[in-house]
Structure formats: C-alpha cells, structure tokens
Nanobody, 124 residues
Framework: QVELVESGGGLVRAGGSLRLSCVAS????????TAWFRQAPGKEREFVAA????????VYSDSVKGRFLMSRDYGMNAVHLQMNNLKPEDAAVYYC?????????????????WGRGTQVTVSS
C-alpha cells in the first residue's frame, strides 16, 4: 500500500515563494503519474501540475504556468512543487496524488492515491 506525504505548506506574502514536497512510501505503478491538486474553501479540487515518471513529462494548469515548477527526485521517490510569485488566489490545501500513467492526469477522479494535503496561505 503506497502512501503519499506532503510537506512545505505555510503562510507567505503575495509575491513570495514556497516549496512543497511529496514523498511516496514506495515506487509503484499507482504513482507513475504524480500530480498536485489544490482545493480552496467552497471550490472544487483543481488540477495544478502533473509529472509522469516513465516519460519524464510535466504539465501545468494555465493558472500556474510560468510561476510553478514541478520536479522529480528519483532517489527519494519524491516530487517537489516550487511555487514562485504567489498570489492570494493560490491559497488552498495542496494535495499530492498518484495514478497509473494510462489515466487522465488532469482529472482528480482518475487518481487512485491521495495524500492528506498541506495548507498554503497567501496574504495580500
């Protein structure tokens, strides 16, 4: 049973940066695509970024493209999300999720493994 554990959330001023990390307990096909989603109060869970380990490909939502950078750490079975130039609208609980690479990586419902989330708060 694979577990995903997020860390790195916190409070930051608008324009600041945070780096989130997600560590998988084991490497399995269930995390071949690993993604970040976020959910703000009263809103649906939103796709942020995803990377597929087997093809070394990373995609981003339009709302974070150019500001966020997702990277893979093969040695630690981890992914990181470097978030720069944060805006108040980026505030949310950020979740790490995993799914086999054959699933639709943009759709939250296609993910089979989820972490508990880490809170990101951005003050204006």
């Amino acid at each position: 049973q694979v577990e995903l554990v997020e860390s790195g959330g916190g409070l930051v001023r608008a324009g600041g940066s945070l780096r989130l990390s997600c560590v998988a307990s084991v490497r399995t096909s269930k995390t071949d695509t690993t993604a970040w989603f976020r959910q703000a109060p009263g809103k649906e869970r939103e796709f942020v970024a995803a990377t597929t380990w087997s093809v070394a490909d990373t995609v981003y939502s339009d709302s974070v493209k150019g500001r966020f950078l997702m990277s893979r750490d093969y040695g630690m079975n981890a992914v990181h999300l470097q978030m720069n130039n944060l805006k108040p609208e980026d505030a949310a609980v950020y979740y790490c999720a995993g799914t086999p690479f054959t699933r639709d990586r943009y759709q939250a419902n296609d993910y089979v493994v989820w972490g508990r989330g880490t809170q990101v708060t951005v003050s204006s």
